[in-house]
C-alpha cells in the first residue's frame, strides 16, 4: 500500500498541482487487507498518534494547547498534534508526504481526499464507519448520509470506499445584498428577500444599487472571477463566488446525466455565456476588474469598508455564521444585510464536500487505524462532551458553566458594558478568545449548526448562543442548495489538472478583461491543453465502463 511520491519534491508548484503529485509509484497490495471485517468490541486504544490539523482546528495563537489538553483528558489518547509552519496547509501536507513523516491522521479537501485515496495512501474505513457507534446511534442528521457518500471515492483498486469521515457539513456561498443599498436604489429588501429574481431582473436591481450610490466604481465584491482567485489555487466548487453570472457552467470536468458521459465544462457554451456575463458586468461597472487577484480577506474588506465610495453593496460569501459576521462589521450599524434565494436560472446554491479527517497507510502499517478510528474520529459526535470540545473548545478557556462575570473589552481597552455580562452557575456562556479580548469565542472546529449528529437526548449546551440571524441563514440556504458531486479522479486528470487549471484561470482573466475574444482565447486554449482534456475526458468515461 505504500508508494514512493516521487513528484512531491516539487513543493514549489501550484496547489492544484497536487492533483499531479501522487498519480506515481505503484500498489504494494495490502489494500484488501484494509477491508477485512473489523472486529468492533475488541479494537484497542492506540498508543500516541499523530494528527495534521489546518486552521478550522483551534489555532495556536488561540488556546491550542488547553484545547488539546482538554480532548486528552475527555478521550485519555495520547495525540502527537502537528501545526504546520508554513504558509499553506497543503504545501505542509505535500512536505510531510514528501519527508517520509507522514502523520497518522491528516485533515484533507476534497480534491485532495480523492487523489491520495485513488493511489492508496488512505486506509478505507467503511466497514469501521458502518458499525461505528455514530452511525448506529439514531442522532444523525437526514443529510448526513449524502456527506458520507461525497467522501466515498475510488481506492487504487478503482472501487469506491469511505476515505474520509466530515463530521460537519461543508456549507457554501448565498449572496448578501446591504438594505441601504437596495433603499436608495428604490427596492424594498423584504420584497427582494423573499422572491426568486431571474438574471435580467439581478442585473437590472445591481445596476440601479450602483446608479443610486455613492460608489460609482463596482457594486460586488468578490474574491477572484473564480473561487480562489486567478492569481492562486482554484478551488472548489470554483463558482461558488459568482453563481448568479456562472450559473450552471462548470469550470472543470463533469459528468453529463443527460448524455451519460463526462465532458469538459470549460469548453460548454455554458460557460461561454458565462464568461460573457462577466465581461458585461466588468465593463459596466458593476464587477470590480480588480478582484481577479484579490483575496477573500481584500473582498471583506471592500464589504467592511467605512468608506462609501470604496464599499461594496452585494457580497457572495459563505452562510450561516458567516452571515452574523458580515452583518456586524459592516460601518453603517444601522444597515442589514440580507440573503437572496438562489436566481432562477441558478436553481440551486452549491455545498461544497466537506474537508474530512483521513486516516494514513501509515496508521494501517503500525496497527493503529481501527483503534484511531474508533476512540479518536468515531468519538467527535458522541452527543456528549467530546463533541462539545470539537464545537466549543476547551472549558475554562473557551467557553464554561460556572458562576462568573465574563468582562469584554472595546478596541480602545475599556471595558465594554453591553457585551460583558453576569452568569449563574451551570449556564454556558463563551469566553473572550485568547488572542483578542475584545471578541468572545464561537466555535472550534465543528459548527453546531453544521454537525451531522444531533445530541439526542442530551441538550447542546451552545444552542442558546446561536443567533437568530444565523438559524435564518442556513434555513434559507438548506432549503436552496445541492451537495457538489465529487469528480472521480484518474492517473490522466492527476497528470494533467494542474496544467489545464492553469491554462483556464489564464482564459478567464483574458476574456473578462477584454484582453482576448472568448474565440480567441478557446482557440489557445485547445492548442495549449485541448489533447490533454481530451485525454481526461477519455479516462473518466472508461470509468464508467468498469
Not at 171 to 179: D, L, R, V
Not at 285 to 300: E, F
Request: hydrophobic content about 35%; some cysteine; glycine content about 6%.
Amino acid at each position: 500500500m505504500k508508494k514512493t511520491l516521487k513528484k512531491f519534491a516539487a513543493v514549489g508548484l501550484s496547489l492544484t498541482s497536487v492533483m499531479g503529485l501522487v498519480a506515481c509509484g505503484s500498489n504494494s497490495g495490502n489494500q484488501d487487507t484494509t477491508k477485512a471485517t473489523v472486529d468492533w468490541a475488541n479494537v484497542q486504544k492506540p498508543e500516541q498518534f499523530t494528527v495534521m490539523v489546518d486552521g478550522t482546528v483551534v489555532k495556536e495563537t488561540n488556546g491550542a494547547q488547553e484545547f488539546y489538553k482538554y480532548l486528552g483528558d475527555l478521550t485519555g489518547l495520547d495525540i502527537k498534534w502537528i501545526r504546520p509552519e508554513h504558509s499553506s496547509y497543503y504545501d505542509s501536507v505535500k512536505n510531510a508526504f514528501a519527508s517520509g513523516d507522514i502523520p497518522d491522521v491528516v485533515l484533507l479537501s476534497s480534491d485532495y481526499l480523492a487523489n491520495f485515496a485513488s493511489n492508496g495512501y488512505l486506509w478505507d474505513m467503511t466497514d469501521a464507519w458502518n458499525q461505528s457507534a455514530t452511525k448506529n446511534s439514531g442522532r444523525l442528521i437526514d443529510q448526513a448520509e449524502i456527506i458520507e457518500s461525497g467522501n466515498m471515492v475510488a481506492g487504487p483498486d478503482g472501487e469506491k470506499a469511505l476515505y474520509g469521515f466530515s463530521p460537519a457539513r461543508g456549507n457554501g456561498c448565498c449572496t448578501y445584498i446591504k438594505s441601504s443599498a437596495l433603499t436608495a436604489a428604490g427596492y424594498k429588501p423584504e420584497e427582494v428577500a423573499s422572491k426568486t429574481l431571474t438574471y435580467d431582473e439581478y442585473y437590472k436591481m445591481l445596476k440601479d444599487m450602483k446608479a443610486a450610490s455613492a460608489n460609482q466604481n463596482f457594486v460586488i465584491s468578490c474574491s477572484g472571477f473564480v473561487a480562489g482567485g486567478n492569481s492562486g489555487t482554484p478551488e472548489a466548487p470554483y463558482t461558488n463566488y459568482l453563481p448568479e453570472f456562472y450559473q450552471n457552467a462548470n469550470f472543470t470536468f463533469y459528468y453529463d446525466e443527460a448524455a451519460k458521459e463526462y465532458k469538459d465544462g470549460f469548453a460548454q457554451q455554458d460557460m461561454k455565456d458565462a464568461l460573457t456575463r462577466l465581461k458585461t458586468a466588468v465593463d459596466d461597472g458593476i464587477l470590480d476588474k480588480a478582484s481577479q487577484n484579490q483575496t477573500t480577506s481584500d473582498a471583506r474588506n471592500k464589504w467592511n469598508a467605512k468608506d462609501a465610495s470604496t464599499a461594496s453593496s452585494v457580497f457572495t460569501y459563505w452562510a450561516g455564521t458567516w452571515a452574523y459576521t458580515l452583518q456586524n462589521s459592516i460601518a453603517d450599524k444601522t444597515d442589514k444585510i440580507i440573503a437572496i434565494k438562489p436566481i432562477k436560472e441558478l436553481g440551486s446554491y452549491k455545498e461544497r464536500l466537506a474537508t474530512a479527517w483521513c486516516i494514513t497507510y501509515k496508521a494501517y502499517e503500525n496497527g493503529k487505524a481501527e483503534g484511531i478510528f474508533k476512540y479518536f474520529i468515531d468519538t467527535m459526535l458522541d452527543g456528549g462532551d467530546i463533541q462539545i470540545a470539537w464545537q466549543y473548545g476547551a472549558k475554562g478557556t473557551h467557553w464554561d458553566d460556572k458562576a462568573e462575570t465574563v468582562t469584554v473589552y472595546n478596541s480602545k481597552g475599556e471595558v465594554d458594558e453591553k457585551k460583558t455580562k453576569t452568569y449563574e452557575e451551570g449556564v454556558f456562556h463563551f469566553l473572550p478568545t485568547p488572542e483578542d479580548n475584545t471578541k468572545l469565542m464561537s466555535k472550534n472546529h465543528i459548527d453546531k449548526s453544521l454537525a451531522i449528529a444531533t445530541f439526542g437526548d442530551n441538550t447542546d449546551p451552545g444552542n442558546k448562543s446561536v443567533d437568530p440571524l444565523i438559524t435564518e441563514n442556513y434555513a434559507m440556504f438548506n432549503a436552496n442548495s445541492k451537495l457538489e458531486t465529487p469528480l472521480w479522479n484518474t492517473e490522466v486528470l492527476s497528470n494533467n489538472i494542474s496544467d489545464i487549471n492553469t491554462k483556464r484561470l489564464e482564459v478567464v482573466s483574458q476574456v473578462v478583461l477584454g484582453e482576448k475574444t472568448y474565440d480567441e482565447a478557446m482557440a489557445d486554449y485547445k492548442k495549449q491543453v485541448g489533447a490533454k482534456c481530451d485525454a481526461v475526458v477519455e479516462s473518466l468515461n472508461e470509468t464508467l465502463k468498469k
